[in-house]
């Protein structure tokens, strides 16, 4: 039998020690429900240590992500308010960053199902995520990368704008003032908010609701791409504004 809580512990140390491991699945078995229980026993030690949920993060949007991957649906991790960056992110203290910009969406009410997922977006925004495989080379299963927290690690979101269409935003990542990455938030499932509601659907099947406070990262809109530290980024999406962010 799999031991939950000692994958939990292996993972959690390679965070606090800055320090990848080989893969979960070279020495285990790992199916996706066993996987999903890691990652639930890795955000419970975060809650133990006073950290408060922020929301919810989904990976896996764009169809070359999952044809690579082999799988038919996205997967999905937690947020939590200490993964929120501010102007800077202390870069020492991740493994491999690699940052994408994202869409976000606000919740402003309790979401318990798909169908309520639209009406309750209060607000919206571009954003960033950036990503920290624990895993030696970045290199991953879809069970390892589901009980990683989907490489959840720090999260940045620009001002806040009434709900709107947000299904074809140009989206341009700049460092140190050039272009790194551009894209369309079309390339998000075809549209950002069916993210959204594949975000409530995930939660809904976990007896998890998405509280009003809480933000849902929809998904990258283009690669990611390596953090260095010392740089400079930038992400801009069109109507909706700037974020940026420097990795220290």
């Keep these: 039998m799999t031991d939950v809580n000692a994958l939990a512990d292996a993972l959690e140390a390679a965070e606090r020690d800055v320090r990848p491991i080989p893969r979960l699945t070279d020495s285990v078995e790992l199916?996706?429900?066993?996987?999903?229980?890691?990652?639930?026993?890795?955000?419970?030690?975060?809650?133990?240590?006073?950290?408060?949920p922020a929301g919810v993060k989904m990976g896996f949007t764009s169809r070359a992500k999952m044809a690579q991957m082999g799988v038919?649906?996205?997967?999905?991790?937690?947020?939590?308010?200490?993964?929120?960056?501010?102007?800077?992110?202390?870069?020492?203290?991740?493994?491999?960053?690699?940052?994408?910009?994202?869409?976000?969406?606000?919740?402003?009410?309790?979401?318990?199902?798909?169908?309520?997922?639209?009406?309750?977006?209060?607000?919206?925004?571009?954003?960033?995520?950036?990503?920290?495989?624990?895993?030696?080379?970045?290199?991953?299963?879809?069970?390892?990368?589901?009980?990683?927290?989907?490489?959840a690690a720090r999260f940045g979101v620009g001002p806040w704008h009434r709900p709107r269409d947000v299904s074809n935003i140009g989206l341009l990542l700049e460092i140190d003032g050039r272009p790194a990455q551009t894209g369309s938030s079309a390339a998000i499932l075809g549209d950002p908010v069916r993210s959204l509601r594949a975000a409530a659907r995930l939660a809904a099947a976990s007896g998890i609701v998405l509280e009003p406070g809480w933000i849902v990262l929809a998904g990258a809109a283009t690669a990611a791409v390596p953090l260095a530290r010392g740089a400079h980024v930038r992400v801009t999406g069109a109507g909706l504004g700037a974020v940026e962010v420097t990795a220290r």
């Design 31 to 52: 199916d996706v429900p066993t996987a999903y229980a890691v990652q639930h026993a890795v955000v419970e030690r975060r809650r133990a240590r006073g950290e408060r």
């Design 72 to 151: 038919d649906d996205v997967i999905w991790g937690l947020l939590t308010d200490a993964m929120a960056a501010g102007p800077d992110v202390d870069a020492a203290r991740l493994i491999h960053p690699r940052i994408e910009p994202e869409i976000v969406f606000l919740i402003g009410r309790e979401v318990r199902s798909p169908a309520e997922a639209d009406a309750a977006v209060d607000a919206v925004a571009v954003g960033y995520e950036i990503l920290d495989s624990r895993y030696e080379g970045f290199s991953f299963t879809l069970p390892d990368v589901i009980a990683d927290n989907a490489s």
